[in-house]
């Protein structure tokens, strides 16, 4: 068991999970007798196995514990920022009490959630079409015509593994099912997504867009009854740019796979910009030598409460969090809307908050 503070004072027990005393699961929580107070009347920890964050119910106690098994590259880092590169497999220094449970039980882990066969299969048959989607966005006039009235260079969406689904490449499929299973991917532009878990897809319809048709027009023909849905995902999805080795210490977040191509087509750095493909955060998937996060979400409400959850949770893994909303005027809620209507103006607040960032590390460095 390793004791850390987090830069906001926080105090997590990182633990083994077989520091566990006499666990027990409860649907997708364990509970267990508490090593930190000694507990064994009770079990008062309550550990979340899917993302391994628990907590002692005990008012004296109320330790927050994260089983290091159970989230190896959340507790990785944490160990990481608090300097303390020792490894993850841990033994208990805690001195066992004589009348604490005699029997610890291993847990049985679930696996961690399986996608169903058919969703397996679906990825399995986008990733083998990769090569052939990207060369038919190059090859689709009305793809890059789209990309160009979004404002995104062919080259910036090339470079980005950008690809497009015309039905006749469904052909290149050998099986029926396989056909049949990626229908739904066809006439869309399919951005890759990466995960721990591996690589993903998000895919945009272009069904019934004409030249001259905004996405605001576009998006009011897909809500219709009887439209395909505007995107969809594999599972697992992941995040549109997120190359675990690559990024520089500030990351910034955002929201659409469209708001990263307008950043990129402004001239930021690849590596520097991912795209949530959504509004969720796995902090466990930041690298540790990622310090800084700038959150670059939406301008509308769902945005805005994004923003407050997600600084919760990156906060609380040790992260220095910055923000950057779209301002609000009539120009767009989102950064890919206004680029399209101001071009580079419209990324103004978003350069001048990455100098702030960049010259108070530099200062700090100076200061250190
Ligand atoms: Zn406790």
Known sequence: MMHI????????????????RDPLSRGEYVRAYCHIHGSDHQRSLSVNRRTGWGHCFNAACEAVVLVAEWNPRLAQRLLFINGQQASVGLHSPVPTREHSPSIIQPILLLPSA?????????????LSLDEAMRKALVQSRRARAYLRERGIPLGVAQACGVGYLPPQLLQLLRQREQ????????????FPLHSPDGQGYIGRSLWHWVPGMDEHWHKALL?????????????????????FDQHPRTMILVEGAFDRLAL?????????????????????????????????????????????????????????????????????????????????????????????LASAVTSKQKGA
């Open 264 to 356: 990129l087509a402004a001239g930021m750095q690849p590596p520097s910009v991912v795209a949530l493909a959504g509004t969720a955060v796995r902090p466990d998937w930041i690298p540790a030598h990622v310090t800084t996060i700038l959150l670059a979400l939406d301008g509308d409400a769902g945005g805005e409460q994004a923003t407050e959850r997600l600084i919760d949770q990156l906060e609380q893994v040790g992260l220095s969090v910055s923000t950057c909303s779209p301002p609000q005027d009539s120009w767009g809620t989102d950064w890919s809307e206004r680029w399209r209507k101001m071009g580079r103006l419209s990324l103004r607040p978003l350069f001048e908050a990455c100098s702030r």
């Open 114 to 126: 399986t996608p169903p066969q058919w969703q397996q299969e679906e990825r399995q048959a986008l």
């Open 179 to 190: 056909q049949a299973l990626l229908y739904r991917w066809t006439d869309r532009l399919l």
């Open 5 to 20: 503070t987090t830069h906001y004072n926080r105090s997590i027990q990182i633990i083994s999970q077989w520091d566990l």
């Open 223 to 243: 809500e219709q009854f009887g439209a395909p849905r505007r995107w969809i995902k594999t599972n697992p999805a992941g995040w549109f740019g997120y190359n």
